[in-house]
């Protein structure tokens, strides 16, 4: 069984925009903690944005006012509005779901390629 699985990746030009999207299983996702991680070739995978079960959100200040993460416990889905890329947003992204008792779920990941 795929826990978590991930959408919506591809290529795009500098100053584009793509919306990521992730579906999970139930009983992980509505109650825990859930976001977006990004490894780029050569570094180290980082937090994107998370966001609580009840909504509340964080962004890494590289992404802060161009992303958007929100949730949808009913339909156990997490999305990622991305805006104003940058080659630099160039990286696999990645959807966690943190979860207290059985550790952090991770999707497969998708590939997002933004041109200069």
């Known amino acids: 069984q795929v826990e978590v699985a991930e959408s919506g990746g591809g290529l795009v030009q500098a100053g584009g925009s793509l919306r990521l999207s992730c579906v999970a299983i139930r009983r992980i996702f509505s109650t825990n903690v859930a976001g977006w991680f990004r490894q780029a070739p050569g570094k180290q995978r980082e937090l994107v944005a998370r966001i609580t079960s009840d909504g509340t959100p964080m962004y890494a200040d590289s992404v802060r006012g161009r992303f958007t993460i929100s949730r949808d416990n009913a339909k156990n889905t997490l999305s990622l509005q991305m805006n104003s890329l940058k080659p630099e947003d160039t990286a696999v992204y990645y959807c966690?779901?943190?979860?207290?008792?059985?550790?952090?779920?991770w999707g497969q990941g998708t590939q997002v390629t933004v041109s200069s």
């Open positions: 966690a779901v943190n979860t207290e008792l059985s550790g952090t779920y």
